[in-house]
Structure formats: structure tokens, C-alpha cells
């Protein structure tokens, strides 16, 4: 049971080119995807649903993404939920919630 505490899947679409920085330990990317939903209403109208999703990976990982994925690809990622804090110009504090993967799999072309 311990291997489902904070575990996240998704497949989705990348939003964007993967922003790739390179620091003395290791790269990391930053990415967002989108996952896609559908259900039918009272009305009996299919209602489709977008949800767009922070994705932070480190590493081999990073690299892998850096070489790989680009705007428009579909992946399917595994990893956990992480949320960090931070004071936005205004002194305000901002919440930021992002899937940290630890594995990811390439679909499609």
C-alpha cells in the first residue's frame, strides 16, 4: 500500500516546448500537458473538459525530455505531487502545485 501514497499518472498532450535549465548537479525541465475529459450533462450534451497540469523533471529525465519531447507530443508520466511557496513582487504568497516525475513514456509518433 505504501507504493500509492502521493502517486500521480497522467497522458496527456505537451502545451508547450519543454524549458530546459542546466545547473552544476543535473538539468531540470519544466513543461505543462494537457489531459483531456469528457461526460454527458443533465441535457444529455457531451461536455468536454481540459485540464492543464504542471510538470517538473530532473536529471536523466530532464535530459530525456530535452532531446524528445516538444509542443504538441503525447507523453504518459508517473510521479507525485510537490507543493512549494513563494513571494510574488507584491510580497504575496503564491502557491504552486506540479507533478515531479519519475517516469515517463512516449506515445504516439
Do not use: C
Amino acid at each position: 500500500m505504501n507504493t500509492m501514497k502521493n502517486r500521480v499518472q497522467l497522458i496527456g498532450h505537451v502545451g508547450n516546448d519543454p524549458e530546459v535549465k542546466t545547473f552544476e548537479g543535473g538539468k531540470v525541465a519544466n513543461l505543462n500537458i494537457a489531459t483531456n475529459d469528457s461526460y454527458t450533462n443533465k441535457k444529455g450534451e457531451k461536455v468536454e473538459q481540459t485540464e492543464w497540469h504542471r510538470i517538473v523533471a530532473w536529471g536523466p529525465t530532464a535530459e530525456i525530455i530535452e532531446k524528445l519531447v516538444n509542443k504538441g507530443k503525447e507523453i504518459a508520466i508517473e510521479g507525485k505531487l510537490s507543493t512549494r511557496s513563494y513571494d510574488d513582487k507584491e510580497g504575496n504568497k503564491r502557491y504552486i502545485t506540479e507533478v515531479v516525475v519519475s517516469d515517463i513514456m512516449l506515445i504516439g509518433k
